[in-house]
Nanobody, 127 residues
Framework: QVQLVESGGGLGQAGGSLRLSCAAS????????MGWYRQAPGKQRDLVAT???????HYTDAVKGRFTISRDNAKNTVILQMNSLKPEDTAVYYC?????????????????????WGQGTQVTVSS
């Protein structure tokens, strides 16, 4: 079963740091872009940061200079290092990945490319 499993997060203080990690597992042939999104109570899910397979990052303006996204392709993992936290960073953070997966059906391989999401991890920043 293909899945994204997140870890990290929790309670942080304004000005402090937290680190999120997300590992993809299962029958994965390749991974394209990976990223993090967040959803605050009563709001839509918004992009935080993404990173391409060759390591090019992209950040939403609200986190530029404070958050750093990185990935370890050997471990199918994406990391979000969050520094200089602000109370407005409080949200549920979701990992996202563009995965090409495979299935062996009667010795014939079938491939599928789709977006996968993690279960979400709560980040709360106190002032």
């Amino acid at each position: 079963q293909v899945q994204l499993v997140e870890s990290g997060g929790g309670l942080g203080q304004a000005g402090g740091s937290l680190r999120l990690s997300c590992a993809a597992s299962g029958s994965i042939l390749s991974i394209g872009d990976m990223g993090w999104y967040r959803q605050a109570p009563g709001k839509q899910r918004d992009l935080v940061a993404t990173i391409t397979s060759d390591g090019t990052p992209h950040y939403t303006d609200a986190v530029k200079g404070r958050f750093t996204i990185s990935r370890d392709n050997a471990k199918n993992t994406v990391i979000l290092q969050m520094n200089s936290l602000k109370p407005e960073d409080t949200a549920v953070y979701y990992c996202n990945a563009d995965l090409t997966t495979y299935r062996d059906m009667d010795d014939v391989f079938h491939f599928n490319r789709s977006q996968y999401w993690g279960q979400g991890t709560q980040v709360t920043v106190s002032s």
